[in-house]
Structures are given as structure tokens and as C-alpha cells.
């Protein structure tokens, strides 16, 4: 709920360690920012809120509450946005169902996520969950372009304090295996749109007899917007599959595959339900229809099949053909070897952008059943991306690890603006019910793209409007000019979506006769030259689509920093406001497990830090409101102060957390507004404040720890209680009377 009728910043209530920190950090900005007149109000788009806003008929009206995402969607069109956004749950299936089971355990009547809907009231219903599950918050929110980079604080820090980086040799068994046909690459169309052909058009399945299954009944085209399509075979998938499986049990290394369900959230649970069954093709070649009949689904992954197999009369004689078949295939990659949590097991487990840097950044080595490091065989089945990964196991192979004392830096500029799109909507992603010709047909009747497809295949649909794009060429721009360094299109000619993209790019360059200062490579030809580049300590701007830009802002800061958590992540919106993003937050499900246990949060909010000092500089500009500028540099110097001295949570119990850690956020930024000799007002104000933190340090302290070691609760997961989780995260009473002070 929103603290004030217009809030001057907004900050996001999302999920688990970022949404457990915030409640810790929270009451500190909002008392720092008072000093200066500015106020900050609250938007929920958590997980639990979302699906709490969707469901309002079957709620009480003391359990409702509104559509603060929707509301947010219109807050960031508006000139005036300013809005600070941690990272939330991009939700799959299973993380979805988990919300509901409890929220309902809580006494709130939400339906259950019906897995096959069977009749018009249940496709309703999953109409309002599939709104919610994946990706669904950032296409929302995200009406600008992406300036991405590591703070100068944070890369001086990872510079003088490098992070432990695994030893590459040139005999590693390490590989990047993709498909090379009938794949999305292979099979990708692309076309930009004439006002003739703008409007609303239809997305049709035609049967080889002739009848039509509209797939996607109106979907709306504006001029100039690049359209793409595409399929997977699925055929094509399961033999790559196979053979992979084979390569990968022959060469005596660990087999994983790397995709990212959360965001293609219709294609890619479709592509990991096949790696489940065509791990286990013996047993579903016996047993499928009773695993069918049993309801199991292979894309819940294989956490959820031994559950309900479990459950099944049959269950001691396919749990043992599931045992010899698993014995018979090669080792498989581990989320958690000590609690034999496979890479198989649940599909949101492995994010591609997060588990194949952390394996480059360990040397090649991903971890195996038996608790030891291996070389591993990383599937990607989509071969769009993979050669990014696999160019940098080559070169990495080849020169040995990345120095991060000396290393150079990968800024981005993203184009991600009104939803652009290279890989697909959920919307219009589909896995064919029967074989038949896939079209669009346009608002003119134009069908400028079309597939012929089996049954099984998954076709898919992006488009890009020319606005975001021209807007994403301005930045390139900008921020070149800013930097003066190497900037780099990564977009490769011979990819039918980036050909169109060329054709907007080239034309705004030449205008702004900034040829010469950009280069346009294929994604494997800029991850080379990249890696050279930061390698010889030097910086680069890679200037991608939304999925590279997702991709490599893991990649790079992971290398760099060790971690993404870290990085300073702007996005200019397009109609004059901001929004100020805080990081990934992949590792937050393990952060809350050691809370729950050890009352420990080691979740590290620097990145809220680097986003808060932003946010508060961009109002300055907009409000004319010299105070927040103030504070807006002063935190920058307070992130200084908890990197120098050391003060960012650590792992273990007895040492640094979060809430320790914004203690001493707080202090150093009251010690730098105390310094200050711009402003009188906020002098006075913060020299008692900082003299009182200061001298009630120790009490603080010991406050905050104190209750370190045994199990917290915090009354739900999704959906915590409010008086037990600040009860929690605000433990020291003498810090809260100082900031009331303010």
C-alpha cells in the first residue's frame, strides 16, 4: 500500500530475501528521504499480491487488495516516474501452485492453477493465472530501454578485493552443445510492417484438410514494428537429446541442460519436460499411459514425478525402472548434491543466465552427485544464444580464467522497451495440437509469415515496435558518447529478426555520424572480442535485445564482480521518467532458508544502495530539489563506506548481515550528510543523527544479533506475516527510536 496520495519514489514490495531486506532497509530511506521533503510510498507486485489482486470475488474485502502492478504499468508512462524495483519472482508453474496452496492454507479461497482446464470457467481462471505466472511483472513496468553497469564504488571494490575465480585448463572436458537445425534459429522469419499492414491481426493453425484453428484471436500491430515467427521440431529436439545424452555418458562428464522457463515461460517448460522424458525414454516407453493416466507431467520436472509416482500403485516397480534407467545414464549436473536436487528436478531451478557463468566462473566445473566438481556438457537446445557460452568456454579454454584485479567492464544497453521481444510472447508461443500450416495474417489480409508443423513442435511469435528500437539506437548513443569506449551491436546478419534490426540501426548512426564509433558482430564474434577487450582492461558496451541483454548482465558481472547482484541498473523511460533496478535475485531461495534457520539474511542490498542514489539524483533533476541531490551523493559515499570497511553481509552466523550491514549504510550515509557544507538544513538535521548512531554502535549491534542462530519465523514464505517478519528484520529498538528522530 501506497504511504502517501503521490509518493516522489516508489518502492516495490516483491519476494523472499530482496522483499525480507527491504523491510530492514525500508524505514531508513523513508527517514533520510523526509529531511529532504521527498516521500516514498510502497507498490506491491509480489507474487502473492498479484494473484491475491487477481482472485478479488473470492476474497474478503479486508483480504483484497488492488492491482498495484496494473497500477504501476500507467505510474511508469507518466513523465514524473520514479520507481525503485527489486527483484521478484518470476513465477513457474510450480512456484505458482506453491503460492496458491499457501494462500489458501491461509484462508484465502483462491482457485487452484487448473493444469488442464476443462471447461470455459476453468480457462478463465487459468487465463488470470497465466497472467501472472513467468515474466510477467517486467513487460509491465519496463517502458524504457536498459542502461546496465557496475557502479564505479562497486568495480573499484571487486578490483581491490578480487573474488576466487576456478583455474581453467586448455584438456577440459567442458562443451556448449546446441542443435544445428530446426531449431528457433534455423527457422526464424522476420518482416517490418507497412501502415498498410498495421492493425490487429490473427495467428491460424490450418489442418491439412483445410480446417482453421485460430490460435491467437487479435493481436495488435502498429506501423514499422518488426514481427517475428518461428518453430522448434520437436522431433529435431528429442534426437538432439538423445545424442546428447549418449555424447555426454561416453565422454564421462556431467549432463545439464540450460534454459530459462521463467522467462520463455511457454517454450521453455515444454523443452525441459522433453530432456525429463528422453532422460527417462525406457520407463515412459512402459509405463506413459499410466504416468499419463496419473497425471504426471514431465515439464513440472523430475521433483514432481517421483512425487506422484510415489503415489501411484505401481510405485515400487517404476520407482526401480526409474532407478535403473537414471544408473544407466550419465551423472547429472546437481542444484543441491546433499539433497540429490538434479538439474532435472524442477524446471525454475536452473536459470540459464545465472548457472552457466557460475560454472565459466568455477573453471568449467559444475557439481555432481557425489558432492565433487566435474566438466559438464551444457545443453542448450535453442542454438539463438548458445554460441555466446560456448565462445567464452573456447576462449576461456584457451587464455585461462578472467582476472578480476585488472579486468576491464561490459556495460549494456538493452532494448527492452513496450515489451520488445526477440524470443516470443507467452501469448503467442503454442506447442501444435496437429500437424498443419502456422500464419499470421495481417489486418490487410497479408500472410508474411508462415510455417508448415507437426504435432508436438513449439511455434513461436515476438514482435518489436519501432519506437523502443529507434529510442534504443539514441542510448547506444548516449552512452558511447559518455564513455568514449568500444560499443558493439550484437546483432548477427544472417539471424532473420536482427537483419531487420540492422535496418533501423545503420540509418540512426549514419544521421548521427557516430558510424565509426559503433560495430556490428554476431553475438559469438562480440563475446571474443569482448573478453579481449576486458581482458587487456579495457571497457565495452554491448548493445543487445532483451534476451542478451538478460543474458550478459549476468555473464559479464559474474565474471567481473562475482556476482550481478551488484550492478547499477537504469532504465530511461521513454516518456521522461525512471525507473532504478536493484539486481538479480536467482540466490534469493537460499537466503531465506538460512534465515528460517539461522535468523542470518546474508542477502546483500547493494544494489538497492546503488539504485536508491540514483533514483534520488534523477528527482533532484525533475523536482528541482537540491536537499535529494544531496542525499543522492551522499549515498553514494556511504555505498563507498560499506564496501571499504568491509561492511556487506557475509555467509556465516556471528558475522556481518543485512540488517548489520544497513546499520552501517545508515551511519555512513548520516557521517557524509554530517560532513557536508552544501546545506545547512540537512547539516543540522544529520549531526546529532550521525553523532547518535555513532555512539549507540555497540548497542545497535547487539540488537541486531541477537536473537542470530535460532530459527526465525516469519509466518509463510509467499506470503509473510507482517508483524513476525518486522519483528524479525527490525530487532534493534534503539536504531528505530534514533531514525524516528529524523
Known sequence: MTKAASPDIIYTKVDEAPQLASVSLLPVIQSFASAAGVTVGVKDISLAGRIIAAFPENLTPEQRQPDDLAELGELVKQPNANVIKLPNISASVPQLVAAVKELQAKGYAIPDYPEDPADDAQKAIRAR????????????????????????????????????????????????????????????????????????????????????????????????????????????????????????????????????????????????????????????????????????????????????????????????????????????????????????????????????????????????????????????????????????????????????????????????????????SHPTTFEIPHDGTVRIVLANGDIPLEHEVEKGDIWRSASTKQAPIEDWVKLAISRQKAEKCQAIFWLDETRAHDAELIKYVTPILAAAGVTDKFQIMTPRAATRLSLETIRAGKNSIAVTGNVLRDYLTDLFPILELGTSAKMLSIVKLMNGGGMFETGAGGSAPKHVQQLTQENHLRWDSLGEFCALGESLKFLAETKDNDKARILGHAVDRATQGVLDKNKSPQAKVGQTDNRSSHYYFALYWAQALATQNEDSTLLAKFVPIAQALEENEAIILEELSAAEGSPADLGGYYLTDAQKTESVMRPSQTLLRILGEL
Open 129 to 424: 493465472f497465466d497472467a501472472i505466472k513467468g515474466s510477467a511483472v517486467n513487460p509491465v513496468l519496463r517502458e524504457g530501454n536498459s542502461d546496465r553497469r557496475a557502479a564505479i564504488a562497486v568495480k573499484n571494490y571487486a578490483m581491490s578485493n578480487p573474488h576466487s575465480m576456478g583455474a581453467w585448463v586448455p584438456e577440459s572436458k567442458t562443451v556448449v552443445s546446441t542443435m544445428s537445425s530446426d531449431d528457433f534459429f534455423s527457422n526464424e522469419k522476420s518482416v517490418t510492417l507497412t501502415a498498410e499492414q498495421a492493425g490487429p491481426a490473427r495467428i491460424e493453425l490450418v489442418a491439412k484438410d483445410g480446417s482453421v484453428t485460430v490460435l491467437k484471436e487479435s493481436v495488435s500491430y502498429t506501423a514499422g514494428t518488426v514481427v517475428d515467427a518461428t518453430f522448434m521440431s520437436a522431433k529435431a529436439l528429442d534426437r538432439f537429446l538423445a545424442e546428447q545424452i549418449a555424447a555426454t555418458k561416453a565422454a564421462g562428464i556431467l549432463f545439464s541442460i540450460h534454459l530459462k522457463a521463467t522467462m520463455m515461460k511457454v517454450s521453455d517448460p515444454i523443452i525441459f519436460g522433453h530432456a525429463v522424458k528422453v532422460f527417462l525414454q525406457p520407463v515412459f516407453d512402459t509405463y506413459g499411459e499410466k504416468l499419463a493416466a496419473a497425471g504426471v507431467n514431465p515439464n513440472s520436472g523430475l521433483g514432481a514425478l517421483l512425487d506422484q509416482v510415489a503415489a501411484m500403485p505401481e510405485a515400487t516397480e517404476i520407482l526401480a525402472a526409474i532407478d535403473a534407467v537414471m544408473a544407466d545414464r550419465p551423472a547429472l549436473y546437481m542444484v543441491n548434491s546433499d539433497k540429490g536436487i538434479t538439474n532435472l528436478h524442477v524446471p525454475s531451478d536452473v536459470i540459464i543466465d545465472a548457472s552457466i557463468p557460475a560454472l565459466i566462473r568455477a573453471g568449467g566445473k559444475g557439481w555432481g552427485p557425489d558432492g565433487k566438481a566435474a566438466d559438464t556438457n551444457c545443453v542448450i537446445p535453442d542454438s539463438s544464444y548458445a554460441p555466446v557460452y560456448d565462445e567464452s568456454v573456447l576462449y576461456f579454454k584457451e587464455t585461462g580464467a578472467l582476472d578480476p584485479r585488472t579486468a576491464g567492464t561490459v556495460q549494456n544497453v538493452g532494448l527492452m522497451a513496450q515489451k520488445a521481444e526477440e524470443y516470443g
